[in-house]
């Protein structure tokens, strides 16, 4: 039987850590556009304000990190597809590997995204021909497309192979994005892989 896509209510979790830790709670967006800046408004749904969340921890790289994010990322979520604006006076750097997987790069590519432009992070059609072909070739295969449902980017300084810090858990501050409308059509497709003749409907 075909496995429909299902719009959730919040269409994205998104954590934020300070090098390997986590910081503050995640949060989950039901607006399509949204903020994250290193602003301090505690109670707004449209903005993730970084300014506001405390780590007894804190180094003073990352402090100096933090007063660079200014106004930010501006994410959108329009018709499946997630663009990133980068607003910050400093650069940001995404490794989304559906964005790689389009561009023809490798999976572990880490794009830097300079003030003022965006990048196309995630587009659900080419994830639902994706998942269809997936199908195809067993759990396995369509398991491993949960990566693609998942992308971080950090502020100011950058990582992988074009820099010194190897992972993104060695750069000051950066951010988690999962996305759940992929990720709960994913389950609900490895859910019943076995049945006979499974297919995958298109995004409605």
């Excluded at 910081?23 to 505690?42: C, K, M, N, Q």
């Excluded at 994830?127 to 070739?137: K, P």
């Excluded at 060695?170 to 709960?184: D, H, M």
Aim: hydrophobic share 35%.
């Amino acid at each position: 039987q075909a496995i429909q896509f299902v719009e959730p209510k919040h269409w994205c979790d998104i954590s934020y850590y300070e090098l390997n830790n986590r910081v503050g709670e995640a949060f989950h967006a039901s607006e399509s556009s949204l903020w994250i800046d290193g602003f301090t408004d505690p109670s707004n749904n449209r903005r993730f304000c970084l300014g506001q969340l405390t780590n007894i921890n804190r180094t003073t790289p990352v402090e100096k990190c933090r007063k660079q994010i200014g106004k930010g990322i501006h994410l959108q979520y329009v018709q499946g597809e997630v663009h990133a604006v980068c607003l910050s006076d400093s650069s940001i750097f995404v490794q989304s590997q559906n964005c790689n997987q389009r561009n023809g790069w490798h999976p572990n590519t880490v794009c830097k995204i300079p003030t003022g432009c965006h990048l196309n992070i995630f587009n659900n059609q080419e994830f639902a021909t994706l998942l269809s072909q997936s199908v195809q070739h067993g759990f396995e295969a369509v398991y491993q497309l949960a990566r693609m449902c998942t992308f971080r980017i950090s502020f100011v300084k950058g990582w992988g192979a074009e820099y010194s810090r190897q992972d993104v858990t060695s750069t000051p501050c950066w951010i988690e994005v999962k996305l759940n409308g992929p990720l709960q059509w994913l389950d609900k497709v490895l859910s019943q892989m076995g049945a006979p003749n499974l297919t995958c409907g298109s995004v409605s």
